[in-house]
T-cell receptor, first 111, second 117 residues
Framework: LAKTTQPISMDSYEGQEVNITCSHNNIATNDYITWYQQFPSQGPRFIIQGYKTKVTNEVASLFIPADRKSSTLSLPRVSLSDTAVYYCLVGAYSSASKIIFGSGTRLSIRP | GAVVSQHPSRVICKSGTSVKIECRSLDFQATTMFWYRQFPKKSLMLMATSNEGSKATYEQGVEKDKFLINHASLTLSTLTVTSAHPEDSSFYIC?????????????FGPGTRLTVL
């Protein structure tokens, strides 16, 4: 299982773009990269997933370089409600493939 | 997206009692579900993989006789914390994948807060 490394914490202000980078040097060929958001006392919530290049949805973008050894979650124009812990996960597409959580990044947004 | 529910959302029990937590996939079938435990300000720790119709697979350091897992149907997995002690107090979260969506998204339940007195 590929291990992930993220910054422990980040701070930003409302309206700013926030980029959180995750390192996964040992990513396997069939691994996907998935980002989750977790608020206190809630289960993690899916944000975005990608395999290579760039993926964008209504809440975020995910940038993955060609070597796939890292990825960057980009949150445009953050608000106070984006204060949460963000987890980068790497795993294969299989119902039985377990996912191991890293430490996550605690993002704090200030007014 | 698919929904995973947990019951109860929070439970308080006395030391030495057993507590059962249910995890249900509401609109999809899940042959495999996962159980996690999370302590305050810590990351989720995978406890075990629950397999429908067969024995669960436990992670290293997790006592299978203490954390009993039963996955009797394609939509229900249960975790029973036997002879609970205060150190078992934690936030327990389950998850499952819906392969029918065509992606690798894993859906998480809302969690169960266990407090052992």
């Amino acid at each position: 299982l590929a291990k992930t490394t993220q910054p422990i914490s980040m701070d930003s202000y409302e309206g700013q773009e926030v980029n959180i980078t995750c390192s996964h040097n040992n990513i396997a060929t069939n691994d996907y990269i998935t980002w989750y958001q977790q608020f206190p006392s809630q289960g993690p919530r899916f944000i975005i997933q990608g395999y290579k290049t760039k993926v964008t949805n209504e809440v975020a973008s995910l940038f993955i370089p060609a070597d796939r050894k890292s990825s960057t979650l980009s949150l445009p124009r953050v608000s106070l409600s984006d204060t949460a812990v963000y987890y980068c996960l790497v795993g294969a597409y299989s119902s039985a493939s377990k996912i191991i959580f890293g430490s996550g990044t605690r993002l704090s947004i200030r007014p | 997206g698919a929904v995973v529910s947990q019951h109860p959302s929070r439970v308080i029990c006395k030391s030495g009692t057993s507590v059962k937590i249910e995890c249900r996939s509401l609109d999809f079938q899940a042959t495999t579900m996962f159980w996690y435990r999370q302590f305050p300000k810590k990351s989720l720790m995978l406890m075990a993989t629950s397999n429908e119709g067969s024995k669960a697979t436990y992670e290293q350091g997790v006592e299978k006789d203490k954390f009993l897992i039963n996955h009797a149907s394609l939509t229900l997995s249960t975790l029973t914390v036997t002879s609970a002690h205060p150190e078992d107090s934690s936030f327990y979260i389950c998850s499952a994948r819906d392969l029918g969506t065509g992606n690798n998204e894993q859906f998480f339940g809302p969690g169960t807060r266990l407090t052992v007195l």
